[in-house]
């Protein structure tokens, strides 16, 4: 069974991608930035493997 991969959220540039490990940079923005994990945990929007809408419109 495959593991749900979360949703990492650049806090530079809100870019959002689903991966295993945030990457070192950023594809959008070109920047070393911290990436949020953005995973949605709760059945509410559909669990892990989707974004939390809420933490996606934060920035
Ligand atoms: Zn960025």
């Known amino acids: 069974m ?3 991969q979360p949703w990492w959220k650049c806090s530079n540039c809100g870019y959002t991608l689903q991966a295993v490990q945030p990457p070192e940079v950023c594809p959008s923005c070109g920047q070393k930035c911290i ?3 953005a ?3 709760i059945p509410e929007c559909g669990g892990p493997g989707n974004i939390d809408p ?3 419109s934060k920035w």
């Open 2 to 4: 495959d593991e749900p």
């Open 35 to 37: 990436f949020v994990d």
């Open 39 to 41: 995973t949605c945990y």
């Open 54 to 56: 809420q933490i996606a």
